[in-house]
């Protein structure tokens, strides 16, 4: 009974034992070291020194990671794109290429993931690409990669991402809040887009989908804006950017980027015109600003925002605790700024409003803020199709007048309204009118209800 | 030469292994082998009779403690860096994925081993007089072998996690007046989160470990105290009796005794207690059919260890374990599914959540821990218990076809899909 026993036994033994040699081996060969071994090959070529040669080659193996509590990621890519900062590796074969025109986004202070997604914290080809199962988020295409700077960048204008401002200037003429809820504000018929950019769906497919809403998703109730292609196309960078992931206070400060158009801005916004000239266009109280960055440099400037006083003591000119941004872009729009831009300026600034008028001007602005012209359009032409809703479609609110009282239009604005049916055994129709007492105020449906009567009168009189 | 040999003779104190008198102290001079008796009976040793699951049982556990113990310094128990750790695991901690897929495929086939241990014992009738408790002993075991398994199913922090445990705790919160409670304790909370985690975390690696390990002393040290490791009594026939030795205090007047003499034993009486013995007797000569621990035992034993662990391994190798996305509790996958030994469970709650979540596993659990007493049939041989084998079986099928249902047969919205159907479910 039992000889054979210790036979098997060390048997069995000796299988551990190579399962375990086996596994150790699988553990120190992972394939992130060839590529290592590649590029420090890649660097010995172009050492003329035999010593220093052997020095690079006998570099040891390992994992390189950017740890970027701020964003909230560990990016270890440049385990294998090691020559990402290294200009000499310009020319340099894939992973290994130089990665240029990065300005001051240098991927030890902002990783790789941030742009390009992907998965950072992987160590091989496909998981870190983001081809892999369970991970959500792979590689964005090269065509759409800019769109990531809207991530960081949420107000203003990008500097070479003009399909961002465009797609942002879409967003809120077209409508879409009247549908789509972002970051708290809009509709509920469509889905929620504060987080679209997390939600990682194809930049194909939301184009295509800004294209022909119908036939990429059937049944949506989206309405055919009859986008251009350009259009679609910047609205997909601008659905890319949208995400409400904490970007951490170093990268929260540079949400705005200085260009003159946010200079311009703040120009207006703080009246300098009050008591600076452009070229002689405004108030002769402080010093004319025509040319000024040309006489003082950017930093003499900057110190002049922040504490007046400390450079011109006795110095009437206010504090405005601006911020290092402001600043610089009030100094942007500065040294571009000419007498027509004053001029312009000036002339905005005399009109005062009649309270009717102001009325009629903040129920236009809130007609498009809440997104009214998503479904109604922008000249209140209705017409957006909506199956067996009475005609077919959205109604046009240019004859609103004629069925209703102004009181029963702030009623249907409130409590909202379901249309009433052409066929009444069809299906409910897709868009409907939302309940928007919680959303705007009463003065907002007051200056709404004030704007569409402007409107009525205009076109009776033109009927 | 001498002093390593009387180094050696100090740590193992013992004669020759090739002496009967070594092969005993072997055992029961050494703290960690002396749970064994010096000597085993031949028929505990075969294979066919309990497939060594119990041995394969507690291997297993050890995996899991070693393996476990080596993933604690890896993991960090809140929420995101959880499953950062994972990733970490798996991208550059060294043999990581190793480690992580060890652990997890022997927890499946601890929760496994311990279900097949469980129906051997029923099959063979081990639970019967003397055994009833150590049967109870196991049926806590086996429950805290799903409640060990259930706790580290959420510590990945990753889809599959907080959906299985957010759907289990559910179930466990039908219970009436009770349920709702017990699930907000094991939470901390009303859903899945942080507290959940930590709770979870300290109920995996302390508190239920360390209940695993009592009740286990408990469970093997019964074995020995019920007769040894179990065997088929019904095959074994009683001889008469030979030889007759008188036990027997010579200052009372009534003997205490009566026993067979073996004719190569030498008798001495220690100290004398009255009553019967608790331990399972068949023959007095039954002596003839013990060999010894060392090596038919112990080599079994090794052997059920190597195999175990070389299984485990040659699995890990080639199948790691699953990791998905980062838990979104707004997320909700279809159908969100339980660990896969909850399904039948999860099957019989989504026909009624009272019945099948409350009443019908509360039944099961009471109905396994009565059966030994419920049992009154003191025969063990299999065809004087017809009707017990009939009832077990049923119960073991209908476990499994409600598993087998819920696991590959339910599809989204939890309707019946055949796992070679495959459903896209819509996102929206």
New interface residues.
């Given amino acids: 009974?039992?000889r054979r026993?210790?036979q098997?036994?060390f048997a069995?033994?000796t299988?551990?034992l190579v399962?375990?040699v086996?596994?150790?081996w699988?553990?120190?060969t992972p394939s992130w070291k060839n590529y290592q071994h590649t590029f420090f090959q890649l660097e010995a070529q172009e050492e003329p020194n035999a010593l220093t040669k052997a020095a690079v080659l006998a570099t040891p193996p390992q994992?390189h990671q950017i740890l970027l509590p701020g964003l909230q990621r560990?990016d270890?890519c440049t385990t294998c794109h090691l020559g990402v900062d290294d200009p000499t590796m310009k020319n340099a074969p894939e992973p290994f290429r130089y990665h240029a025109g990065l300005g001051p986004h240098v991927p030890s202070r902002f990783g790789c993931t941030i742009c390009h997604g992907g998965?950072g914290?992987?160590?091989?080809v496909k998981?870190a690409h983001g081809n892999a199962p369970?991970?959500?988020d792979p590689l964005l295409a090269t065509d759409y990669i800019r769109a990531s700077c809207g991530r960081c960048h949420k107000e203003g204008d990008v500097p070479g991402v003009p399909e961002l401002t465009e797609g942002r200037r879409l967003f809120e003429t077209e409508g879409c809040h009247g549908c789509h809820k972002l970051n708290g504000v809009g509709g509920s018929i469509g889905?929620d887009l504060t987080e679209e950019g997390a939600n990682h769906r194809s930049p194909e497919w939301l184009e295509n989908h800004f294209l022909a809403p119908n036939v990429v998703s059937a049944g949506s109730a989206m309405p055919n804006f009859h986008f251009t292609r350009d259009q679609a196309r910047a609205l997909t960078y601008y659905m890319l950017s949208l995400t409400s992931a904490d970007m951490g206070s170093y990268y929260a400060s540079v949400q705005l980027i200085p260009s003159p158009g946010y200079g311009r801005q703040l120009f207006v916004e703080k009246d300098c015109i009050v008591c600076h000239a452009i070229g002689g266009a405004g108030a002769k109280v402080g010093p004319d600003l025509l040319g000024v960055t040309k006489l003082h440099s950017s930093e003499w400037l900057d110190e002049q925002l922040i504490n007046p006083q400390l450079v011109y003591p006795g110095s009437s000119m206010p504090e405005y605790d601006l911020e290092t941004n402001a600043r610089k872009a009030l100094v942007a729009f500065l040294s571009t700024a000419t007498q027509q831009d004053a001029q312009d300026i000036l002339a905005r600034k005399g009109r005062v409003l009649t309270p009717e008028d102001a009325a009629i001007a903040a129920g236009k602005q809130d007609f498009a803020r809440f997104g009214c012209a998503g479904c109604h359009g922008t000249e209140l032409q209705g017409g957006v199709p909506n199956p067996n809703a009475q005609g077919g479609q959205v109604p046009s609110l240019l004859h609103v007048s004629d069925d209703y009282t102004k009181d029963e239009v702030l009623q249907i604005i409130r409590d909202g309204k379901v249309p009433p049916l052409d066929n009444a055994a069809g299906p409910t129709p897709p868009l409907y009118m939302p309940s928007w007492k919680h959303l705007m105020s009463d003065e907002d449906v007051h200056q709404i209800v004030e704007f569409l009567w402007s409107m009525q009168q205009k076109s009776t009189e033109s009927w | 030469m001498n002093l390593i040999r009387e180094i050696w003779q100090s740590i193992v104190r013992r004669d020759p292994l090739s002496t009967d008198k070594g092969k005993s102290e072997l055992v029961f001079l050494n703290v960690w082998l002396h749970i064994h008796p010096a000597k085993v009976k031949k028929e505990s040793l075969r294979f066919k009779f309990t497939f060594y699951l119990g041995f394969i049982t507690f291997f297993l556990f050890l995996i899991l403690v070693t393996t476990g113990i080596a993933l604690m310094f890896y993991y960090r128990p809140y929420p995101p860096q959880a499953y950062q750790d994972m990733k970490d695991l798996q991208f550059v901690v060294f043999m990581g994925p190793f480690l992580r897929a060890m652990h997890r495929w022997s927890a499946h086939a601890m929760v496994v081993c311990v279900f097949l241990h469980m129906c051997r014992v029923f099959y063979t009738g081990s639970y019967k007089k003397p055994r009833q408790f150590n049967w109870v002993v196991g049926v806590l075991l086996l429950l805290l072998t799903l409640g060990l398994s259930f706790t580290g199913y959420l510590l990945p922090w990753d889809q599959l996690a907080y959906w299985a445990i957010t759907v289990g705790t559910n179930i466990g919160s039908y219970a009436p007046i009770i349920g709702g409670q017990v699930r907000e304790i094991l939470l901390g909370g009303h859903t899945v989160g942080e507290a959940a985690l930590i709770r979870f975390y300290v109920l995996h690696v302390a508190i239920l470990p360390s209940l695993m390990i009592l009740l286990t002393i408990v469970h093997f040290w019964r074995i020995r105290k019920d007769g040894g490791l179990s065997r088929p009594l019904w095959k074994l026939k009683p001889n008469a009796p030979e030889a007759l030795v008188t036990i027997g205090a010579p200052a009372q007047s009534a003997p205490l005794r009566t026993v067979q003499a073996a004719p190569d034993k030498t008798y001495g009486l220690m100290e004398v207690v009255t009553g019967k013995p608790i331990f399972e007797t068949i023959t007095p000569d039954e002596e003839e059919d013990a060999v010894f621990s060392y090596p038919y035992a112990f080599f079994r034993e090794a052997i059920a260890l190597m195999v175990t662990v070389t299984g485990i391994m040659a699995i890990s190798l080639f199948f790691h374990a699953p990791l998905e996305e980062l838990a979104n509790p707004a997320k909700t996958p279809n159908p969100a599914k339980a660990p896969w030994y909850f399904l039948g469970l999860q099957e019989l709650v989504s026909h009624s959540a009272l019945l099948g979540g409350v009443v019908a596993p509360a039944l099961m659990v009471l109905a396994l821990l009565a059966i030994p007493y419920f049992d009154r049939n003191p025969s063990r041989r299999p065809s004087d218990r017809k009707w017990a084998l009939w009832l077990f079986t049923i119960f073991v099928v209908a476990n499994l076809v409600l598993i087998v249902i819920g696991t590959f047969f339910r599809g989204p919205g939890w309707a019946l899909v055949p796992p070679w159907v495959h459903v896209v479910a819509r996102a929206e």
């Fill in positions: 009974m039992g026993l210790p098997i036994f069995l033994s299988l551990a399962l375990i086996v596994a150790v699988q553990a120190t994992i560990v270890r998965q914290l992987a160590t091989d998981d369970f991970w959500p889905p």
